[in-house]
């Protein structure tokens, strides 16, 4: 029973990775392998650290980043998303920023691990096993980010400029998703 919530609770923290991956694969339609493991292992790295992070650091701390936790995330993917949206009504497409760039990782992956900070505070109340749980959080989030990337990389051919911009939109709504959760949930 123990393992359920566990994976569970994984899968519920890769969530916010996997939508952001099939996101990108849709936008960066030539996205080779090594970027899309690239990301995933970001996304699954990130996702695995922030609750021992939170599981260190203890409520105290909690309190004080939940202040602002939210609007970063908020404000890191919707500027993202944004620039999404504009990339794609340009014309000129030739410039595109490196999908797995080191910044737009970083950013990404703190935008999507906010949330696992927090459940790392109260991970030793569902598990005796915090350890073996962020792996297994790591890892899941690891295995959805570069099956949602490669996902997104199939369909995105599809509908060209649109999936951009609706991928740009997906980003701006897990920001607000973020945001309208702290603040009213």
């Given at each position: ?16 990775a ?6 990108t694969?849709?936008?960066?339609k030539?996205?080779?392998?090594w ?9 699954g ?9 939170g599981?260190l650091l ?5 309190v004080?980043?939940?202040?602002f ?22 014309h ?18 703190v ?15 569902v ?6 749980t ?14 949602g990337?490669k ?11 649109k999936?951009?911009?609706?991928a ?5 709504g897990?920001?607000?998703?973020i945001?309208l959760?702290?603040l009213?949930?």
């Open positions: 029973m123990e393992f359920v919530t566990v994976f569970v609770i994984a899968v519920s923290l890769a969530m916010d996997f939508a952001v991956s099939v996101a694969g849709t936008t960066y030539n996205i080779s392998l970027h899309a493991v690239r990301m995933a292992l970001f996304f790295v990130f996702q695995g650290v922030m609750p021992v992070f599981h203890g409520g105290g701390f909690l004080k980043i939940a202040v936790g939210h609007w970063v995330a908020f404000l890191l993917l919707c500027g993202i998303g944004l620039k999404m949206i504009h990339d794609a009504r340009k000129e497409r030739e410039e595109h920023p490196d999908p797995a760039g080191l910044w737009v990782l970083v950013c990404l992956s935008a999507t691990s906010i949330d696992a900070f927090a459940v790392g505070v109260t991970l030793s109340l598990t005796a096993y915090v350890y073996a962020v792996v297994l959080i790591g890892v899941v989030t690891f295995v959805l980010s570069l099956a990337c996902a997104g990389q199939k369909v995105g051919h599809i509908f060209e400029n999936v951009e911009i609706a740009g939109l997906v980003l701006i897990i920001g607000l998703k945001l959760g702290y009213f949930f």
